[in-house]
């Protein structure tokens, strides 16, 4: 099974810009998680989409969102675009229930 | 509230040497999982080991095992005969039925670096 495969993998933006991340989980996992991960932050949860639903969401502004398709693909998006959004994107897909979550490359963004 | 707290930020070994990873959570909900994650430098979490709130038994599985004990909210990481290949950061993770799963609260993580 091909694993959980993330879109771009580099990126770089202008603050003020918007960007749209994708990923794509394992074939038959149905929920989708997105992580930020920055030196001084860590790892930390942005949101889960299972079933089109967003399920669960951590604490970061409106500005970044998301979205989960029919077959299980996901897009996040952040909006005005600040210097302090540049970090690691992680995306991670299970199954459901109680199963383990598997990660993707990653999407390394730089806002400048 | 959930929360993972790992107070190695790094350790340095020499290979063949055995390595402890520390790790304690905090949780209110009785049904939880924990997972060990290692990150080599190409940025990728690769998934480790997974145990469940409700089996306290511990595991060897080829040169890594874990103890987990409930009592002490603490689930360990040991990696035996410690290779240069096994430098990276482990982190420590938890997830809980509250979120089905869904989430997972990580550990600030732990730099290995394993010298020949």
């Known amino acids: 099974k091909a694993g959980v495969t993330q879109t771009p993998r580099y990126l770089i933006k202008t603050r003020g810009q918007q960007v749209t991340l994708s990923c794509s989980p394992i074939?038959?996992?149905?929920?989708v998680s997105w992580y930020q991960q920055t030196p001084g932050q860590g790892l930390q949860f942005l949101f889960e989409?299972?079933?089109?639903?967003?399920?669960n969401k951590g604490n970061f502004p409106g500005r970044f969102s998301g979205r989960q398709f029919s077959n299980s693909r996901s897009e996040m998006n952040v909006s005005t675009l600040e210097l302090g959004d540049s970090a690691l994107y992680l995306c991670?897909?299970?199954?459901?229930?109680?199963?383990?979550?598997?990660f993707g490359p990653g999407t390394r963004l730089t806002v400048t | 509230a959930q929360k993972v707290t790992q107070a190695q930020t790094e350790i340095s070994v020499v290979e063949k040497e055995d390595v402890t990873l520390d790790c304690v959570y905090e949780?209110?909900?009785?049904?939880?999982?924990l997972f060990w994650y290692k990150q080599p430098p190409s940025g990728e979490l690769v998934f480790l080991i997974r145990?469940?709130?409700?089996?306290?038994q511990n595991e060897i599985s080829g040169r890594y095992s874990w103890n987990f004990q409930k009592s002490t909210s603490s689930f360990n990481f040991t990696i035996t005969a410690s290779q240069v290949v096994d430098s990276a950061v482990y982190f420590c993770?938890?997830?809980?039925?509250?979120?089905?799963?869904?989430?997972?609260?990580f550990g600030q993580g732990t730099i290995l670096t394993v010298h020949p």
């Open positions: 991670a897909s299970k199954v459901g229930g109680d199963g383990g979550q598997y």
């Open positions: 074939s038959g996992h149905r929920s």
């Open positions: 989409y299972f079933s089109e639903t967003q399920r």
């Open positions: 949780t209110r909900d009785t049904t939880y999982y």
């Open positions: 145990r469940n709130s409700f089996d306290e």
């Open positions: 993770a938890l997830s809980e039925r509250g979120t089905s799963y869904g989430k997972l609260t």
